[in-house]
T-cell receptor
Framework: LAKTTQPISMDSYEGQEVNITCSHNNIATNDYITWYQQFPSQGPRFIIQGYKTKVTNEVASLFIPADRKSSTLSLPRVSLSDTAVYYCLVGRNTGKLIFGQGTTLQVKP | EAQVTQNPRYLITVTGKKLTVTCSQNMNHEYMSWYRQDPGLGLRQIYYSMNVEVTDKGDVPEGYKVSRKEKRNFPLILESPSPNQTSLYFC?????????????FGNGTRLTVT
């Protein structure tokens, strides 16, 4: 099982770009990298997923280098509503899963 | 609407009184799992089920039981709850047929054991 390491917390200001990096040195060949966002008292929700290179959707981008031992979630021009906990999960979203502690992002006005 | 439904949202009980937290999904997902979330510890997997009648332990299974008699339901059972099981619980499901199909989470059950 791939263990992940993320910063515990990050601060940012409205309108800035935020990059959260996740380390996953023992990622397996068939593992995906999935990021989830969690607001207080709610269940985590899917943001973005990738296997290699770069993935972009309407809310975020995910950058994955060639060796896949890390990944970076990029949130463009954050707003106060992006304040949340962000989890990086490595695997196939099935079977035994290990979530890290997540990164608490605080966006300030 | 595709969703994972947990009940109840809030539960206060006393030590030793058996309880069940229900989880149901309407997406025909094969995979279901339970997590507990405690401050500073993130999400920890309790049990998971790859399909009907197939369940397995996650990282923190002690004190919990599960069953998967039907595809849509995956109840979490605490036979004799203790105060250290006070926590926020989440159920999740995903499709095993979709490559890396993301997890869908319920809105959580906040359990307090006194």
């Amino acid at each position: 099982l791939a263990k992940t390491t993320q910063p515990i917390s990050m601060d940012s200001y409205e309108g800035q770009e935020v990059n959260i990096t996740c380390s996953h040195n023992n990622i397996a060949t068939n593992d995906y990298i999935t990021w989830y966002q969690q607001f207080p008292s709610q269940g985590p929700r899917f943001i973005i997923q990738g296997y290699k290179t770069k993935v972009t959707n309407e809310v975020a981008s995910l950058f994955i280098p060639a060796d896949r031992k890390s990944s970076t979630l990029s949130l463009p021009r954050v707003s106060l509503s992006d304040t949340a906990v962000y989890y990086c999960l490595v695997g196939r979203n099935t079977g035994k899963l290990i979530f890290g502690q997540g990164t608490t992002l605080q966006v300030k006005p | 609407e595709a969703q994972v439904t947990q009940n109840p949202r809030y539960l206060i009980t006393v030590t030793g009184k058996k309880l069940t937290v229900t989880c149901s999904q309407n997406m025909n997902h094969e995979y279901m799992s339970w997590y507990r979330q405690d401050p500073g510890l993130g999400l920890r997997q309790i049990y998971y089920s790859m399909n009907v009648e197939v369940t397995d332990k996650g990282d923190v299974p002690e004190g919990y039981k599960v069953s998967r008699k039907e595809k849509r339901n995956f109840p979490l059972i605490l036979e004799s709850p203790s105060p250290n099981q006070t926590s926020l619980y989440f159920c999740a499901s995903s499709s095993r047929t979709g490559l890396g199909s993301p997890l869908h989470f319920g809105n959580g059950t906040r359990l307090t054991v006194t």
